[in-house]
């Protein structure tokens, strides 16, 4: 799969190139008038958008060797923004790709009031790519079970999760592709260590739970925000995601509203954990699974990733970005 991601670094370096060549129109387009000097602008910043998304889905694709040769990829839509650039996204990588791979989209048709059926197989058709939508009626197991007033969100996933593996498996496919991105992960992150008190997140690749399929999800490190305008740009016909009347998970509100401040008060905080995720030293934290503190020992052997005998108090130096990550409190 590194070769998609060569291939995704070598079409970004020729859209590098032509993004000189389009500012260099754009710097002669002086002369025309300004609405049209105005469509132009918002053409080259669209292109960067499609540019960038792709870019940073081929680096993830790579990183994780998420596709290979030969796989059958279960593009999971929803009818959200998120899914539909997901599947827009695998599509245009699949066909710069050095490597075969097939894509399927699936929707769960779970039955909840007023769902506009009709919608994604109409949006599918026009694309031309295969599909399958699967009717399910979780929207009554769940209205049946769950005590009114309680959130429903986790039987509702569970219950989808277990269809869709089955699903995967009768259609063949060799991995799931969700439409996850970096600010679902790093909420997740936060979500399980502020309320589950658990040093734990939303990995870009993982087995699932009946160790049967390899679910990925491309759009790590792709922000929302970019996934939102690119949603605007397309058109996507959005379906709703409030059908169901669930309340909106406060606890993630909460969260999300944070690194929202964050990123306002201190710029790049949110990128510096978010690279935090993937630099983790076990031997610096204190899971005894992880690190095996019982049996250390001096080796008398020098170790460049050690302790440096009492680490400096990052406090105490005068590197702002430094301070930035320590303050967690928005009003720090
Ligand atoms: S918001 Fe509704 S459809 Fe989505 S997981 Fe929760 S209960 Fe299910």
């Given at each position: 799969m590194n070769d998609l991601l060569e291939h995704a670094k070598l079409t970004e370096d020729t859209s590098a190139a032509s993004d000189a060549s389009d500012a260099s129109d754009a710097t002669q387009a002086t002369t025309l008038s300004p609405s049209v000097k105005q469509a132009e602008k918002i053409a080259y910043e669209n292109n960067k958008l499609h540019k960038?998304?792709?870019?940073?889905?081929?680096?993830?694709?790579?990183?994780?060797?998420?596709?290979?040769?030969?796989?059958?990829?279960?593009?999971?839509?929803?009818?959200?923004?998120?899914?539909?650039?997901?599947?827009?996204?695998?599509l245009t990588l699949r066909e710069r790709a050095p490597i075969n791979f097939d894509i399927i989209a699936v929707n769960l048709d779970q039955k909840q009031p007023n769902f506009p059926a009709d919608i994604l197989p109409a949006y599918l058709e026009k694309l031309g790519v295969a599909y399958h939508i699967e009717n399910q009626d979780t929207y009554s197991i769940v209205k049946r079970v769950v005590p009114e007033g309680k959130t429903t969100c986790a039987l509702c996933s569970r219950l989808r999760r277990g269809i869709l593996y089955r699903v995967a498996t009768e259609l063949g496919a060799t991995k799931i592709a969700l439409g996850h991105h970096r600010d679902d992960i790093l909420e997740t992150f936060f979500l399980n260590m502020f309320f589950g008190g658990k040093l734990k997140g939303m990995p870009p690749k993982l087995q699932s739970d009946d160790g049967k399929q390899i679910v990925i999800r491309p759009l790590a490190y792709v922000k929302e925000a970019d996934l939102t305008r690119y949603a605007e740009v397309k058109e996507f016909p959005i379906i709703p995601c409030d059908l169901c009347g669930s309340q909106e998970n406060l606890q993630r509100k909460q969260i999300k509203g944070l690194m929202r401040e964050w990123e306002k008060k201190y710029p790049g905080r949110v990128d510096n954990i978010f690279a935090s995720l993937s630099t983790a030293a076990p031997s610096h934290l204190m899971d005894r699974n992880l690190f095996d503190f019982a049996n250390l020992k001096a080796t008398g052997i020098a170790d460049a990733d050690g302790d440096i005998a009492f680490d400096e108090d990052p406090c105490a130096t005068s590197n702002p970005t430094a301070q930035n990550v320590i303050s967690l409190h928005p009003a720090d």
């Open positions: 960038r998304l792709c870019r940073l889905t081929g680096q993830a694709i790579g990183d994780y060797n998420m596709i290979e040769d030969g796989d059958k990829i279960m593009v999971c839509l929803s009818g959200g923004k998120d899914s539909y650039a997901l599947l827009d996204i695998l």
